[in-house]
């Protein structure tokens, strides 16, 4: 398993920008094939960008063009840069290590969990 630790959210005006991190340690081998969810307070969680182990990304139709996912294995760290945030962003973003044959399938199935920062976007 890995340990996963986000940070970077915060509270921004409609139209900003912030970048989430995920920082990762422990297994790494495991955390290849990585997603960002988020879940909005009362609502259910949604996956909005995914990292394929190939480098291959997808993102939910609510943020493309606006999100962009990255990984940078020598810091072992995930990212998600947010551009242009509208309130309906706003939710807890978790990172999770899923995997690999579940992000072909769609089924994205998470094996890792991170603790979660809160985007708050009025």
């Not at 991190?21 to 960008?49: H, I, L, N």
């Not at 939710?91 to 991170?114: F, K, N």
């Amino acid at each position: 398993h890995v340990q996963l630790v986000e940070s970077g959210g915060g509270s921004v005006q409609a139209g900003g920008s912030l970048r989430l991190s995920c920082v990762v340690s422990g297994y790494t081998y495991s955390a290849d094939c990585m997603v960002w969810f988020r879940q909005p307070s009362g609502k259910e969680r949604e996956a909005v960008a995914t990292y394929d182990s190939d480098g291959s990304t997808s993102y939910a139709d609510s943020v493309k063009g606006r999100f962009t996912i990255s990984k940078d294995n020598a810091k072992r760290t995930l990212y998600l840069q947010m551009n242009n945030l509208q309130p309906e962003d706003t939710a807890m973003y978790r990172c999770a290590a899923v995997l690999c044959g579940s992000v072909r399938t769609g089924t994205l199935r998470a094996t890792d969990w991170g603790q979660g920062t809160q985007v708050t976007v009025s």
